[in-house]
C-alpha cells in the first residue's frame, strides 16, 4: 500500500476492526518511512454490476457516482455523509442480491429517490428534478403536491398527543 504522504511502499498495521456494518475491514497503518497514519479498507471483490443507461449503453456500476448524487441533492441539508454512505450500501447490497451482471439505471434511480423521501424531502425534490429532467417549474410544483399528499412519517401522531 502506497502511503499517501510521501509514497513509500513500506507500513506497517497499527490496528485492524471490523467495519461498522461488517462488510469490509479497516487497518490503521503507519508509514515506516515518513510515520504518516493512514487509513485503508479491505472487503469482498464482487463480480462487477453494470449498469444498463437509458441510452442503451452499459458501464460499470460506480459508488463514488451514486454517492455524489445523493451529496449533491443533500446539500445544506441535516444529513451526514455517514448517513448517505450506509444508504449507498444497503441500495447496493440490493441490488447485488436482485440483478447478478447488469441493473437497469431506472432501478437506481428509483431506489435512490425512495431512500431520499424517508430521508429528507428537500433532497428528494433536488434529485428527483435532475433525475426526471425537469423541464419548468410546473413539474416542480406537481412533485411538491404529490409530497403534500403524502402522510408525513409520524407527523399525525405528534399531533394527538400535544
Known amino acids: 500500500m502506497y502511503c499517501p504522504k510521501c509514497s513509500s511502499l513500506e507500513d506497517k498495521v497499527i490496528d485492524s476492526r471490523l ?8 487497518r490503521r497503518r503507519e508509514c515506516l518511512a515518513c510515520a504518516h ?3 485503508t479498507y479491505e472487503e469482498v ?3 462487477e454490476l453494470r449498469v444498463a443507461k437509458r441510452d442503451g449503453r452499459s458501464e460499470p456500476f ?5 454517492l455524489n448524487g445523493m451529496i449533491k441533492a443533500c446539500e445544506k441539508r441535516p444529513v451526514s455523509v455517514d448517513q448517505l454512505e450506509q444508504i449507498s450500501d444497503e441500495i447496493i447490497a440490493t441490488l447485488g442480491s436482485e440483478f447478478r451482471r447488469e ?8 431506489k435512490v429517490m425512495a431512500a ?4 429528507d424531502e428537500v433532497a428528494y ?8 429532467h425537469f423541464q419548468d417549474i410546473g413539474e416542480f410544483i406537481h ?3 404529490k409530497l403534500e399528499k403524502r402522510p408525513r412519517k409520524g407527523g399525525a401522531q405528534t399531533e394527538l398527543f400535544k
Open 116 to 119: 431520499l423521501h424517508e430521508l
Open 19 to 26: 467495519s461498522k456494518d461488517g462488510r469490509s475491514i479497516r
Open 62 to 66: 460506480n459508488k463514488e457516482k451514486l
Open 125 to 132: 425534490v433536488r434529485y428527483a428534478s435532475v433525475y426526471r
Open 103 to 110: 441493473v437497469p439505471s431506472t432501478v437506481i434511480g428509483a
Open 37 to 39: 497514519r493512514f487509513t
Open 143 to 145: 412533485e411538491i403536491q
Open 45 to 47: 471483490e464482487r463480480t
